[in-house]
């Protein structure tokens, strides 16, 4: 995979790791979440969500209502329905599952209680912490997971088998990866320290408000200072970084207090997806991972607070997922279609031929973590507020800065463009922009290139947003060059 040399000033090397919702949600397949176990009947119907937002706040409201009935929560993409399980709703208890159901959730009874379930993976850390195994907690098998790479034999596979075996029946499964556990830090290009190579996340802003960007946490162990290109100069330098321990993930402040760090993802050909919002992984959703390495890979949660024991220690609270990985995709980000930040690429087995499993550090950890936040500091809702400009949610945000700046008033991407915000965004249309988004020549399609209104525009995500050189007369403003995504190809 190539990389452009990106000037310092207008750095985006920290979503060089990411990926393309607008091409790549037509390229790539869905991936479909199983069932396991029957759901309840009920006449009440359950909500559509069509939002990784709508299916994280459901889940999240459902863990508080549901209190200590609250066994995890899945996303049926089948049905596009959130599947909450719960234990133990006799009496009382049928009021609040009445209350879940009301709120929008299918609601489907299981054996084992959150409580139980982390209690096995206790257990797991102090009997069976062996380098080579992983487990997570799926809600979808209402188990957890237990897995173990080919380096797991012998006695240590009978030691594990053994754990597993004693935590009681239908609690735990354990299975056998090809693969061999390890980080993804290589040698090549993308963001370089030293003989390292690693994928910058997503860029934020950092608590002394400088810019930022999010990487894996063994990348910033290995190397302090880190540069945009093999053998060429520092631009950004460590700041925190965690590994092993609670969490794979470092805060890398730039140099130049005046990089323009935008909040979006640099998805190369001339594409650049925004990021809205960071958001708390859901099992069942489909997710997105673009790495320096393998490029663009989709696939689904498949556990959520993993603990992996790889070769440095043993890291807690990541997601596992079934997206491939390979070396130098370490720190590349994971996010939904409809631009919200998941996680940060860790470790796993397997390659993009083969597959396997995948671990990743969930953003939202890492911004309490570290005190920053997405973008310019504005929760990832684009980097202005410009009066009717693009690129934002509801016309109000994006990339410009008022009038005068960044799209201008009126101007862009046309008054219903968006970017693949709410109900204008990706998941409705799957392809990433506005209203009637995506290669469409109609008038709201978006990204115009020769009218304030995109009469003639539309041209996937971000035709004339960022990267086209050509649009500094096609509705961008008065000063166009003042559009923060616009140096990201």
Not at 35 to 62: E, R, W, Y
Request: hydrophobic content about 35%; some cysteine.
């Amino acid at each position: 995979m190539s990389h452009k040399r990106i000037p310092k000033r207008k750095a985006a090397i920290a979503v060089g790791g990411v990926a393309a919702l607008g091409a790549a949600a037509l390229l790539l397949p869905n991936a479909n979440a199983s069932q396991d176990g029957d759901t309840n009947a009920s006449s009440i119907t359950p909500k559509t969500l069509k939002s990784s937002g709508d299916v994280s706040d459901l889940a999240a409201q459902l863990s508080n209502l549901l209190g200590d009935a609250f066994a995890g929560s899945y996303y049926d993409s089948d049905a596009r329905q959130l599947v909450v399980n719960v234990v133990n709703v006799s009496g009382d208890k049928n009021n609040v599952v009445i209350q879940a159901q009301k709120a929008g959730a299918k609601v489907r009874e299981v054996a084992n209680s959150a409580a139980k379930l982390e209690s096995a993976a206790q257990t797991l850390k102090a009997q069976a912490t062996i380098t080579g195994t992983s487990w997570a907690v799926d809600p979808r098998t209402n188990k957890v997971l237990v897995t173990a790479d080919s380096t797991v034999t012998g006695a240590k596979w009978d030691k594990l088998e053994s754990t597993v075996n004693a935590l009681g029946s239908n609690v735990a499964t354990v299975k056998k990866s090809a693969g061999t556990f390890k980080t993804f830090l290589s040698g090549g290009d993308a963001i370089f320290g030293g003989g390292a190579r690693c994928s910058a996340g997503f860029n934020v802003t950092a608590s002394d408000g400088s810019p930022a960007f999010l990487t894996a946490g063994h990348c910033g162990v290995a190397e302090e200072q880190w540069s945009d290109s093999a053998n060429g100069q520092p631009i950004a330098t460590v700041d925190q970084a965690v590994f092993p321990g609670a969490g794979d993930f470092a805060l890398v402040k730039y140099d130049d207090a005046t990089t323009q760090a935008p909040s979006d993802v640099n998805i190369g050909g001339g594409q650049n997806v925004q990021i809205l919002q960071a958001a708390d992984a859901t099992v069942g959703t489909q997710v997105f991972r673009m790495g320096s390495t393998t490029g663009l890979n989709d696939g689904q949660v498949v556990g959520l607070d993993a603990t992996v024991n790889y070769p440095e220690g043993t890291v807690t609270g990541l997601i596992q997922t079934s997206v491939c990985a390979e070396p130098g995709d370490s720190g590349g980000s994971l996010f939904t279609q409809d631009g919200s930040a998941i996680g940060l690429t860790s470790g796993g087995s397997g390659d993009c031929t083969v597959g396997g499993e995948t671990f990743f550090q969930p953003v939202t950890t890492a911004l309490q973590a570290t005190g920053a936040t997405l973008g310019n500091g504005q929760a990832g809702a684009g980097n202005g507020a410009g009066q009717g400009a693009g690129n934002g949610a509801d016309d109000q945000a994006g990339n410009g800065a008022g009038q005068e700046a960044g799209n201008g008033q009126d101007a862009g991407n046309g008054q219903d463009a968006g970017n693949g915000v709410g109900d204008n965004g990706a998941a409705d249309n799957q392809n990433g922009v506005g209203d009637q988004a995506g290669n469409g020549n109609g008038q709201e399609a978006g990204n115009g290139a020769a009218d304030n209104s995109g009469l003639e525009g539309g041209d996937g995500v971000s035709d004339n947003q960022n990267n086209n050189q050509n649009n500094q007369n096609q509705g961008s403003g008065q000063k166009q060059n003042q559009n923060s995504g616009q140096n990201n190809n």
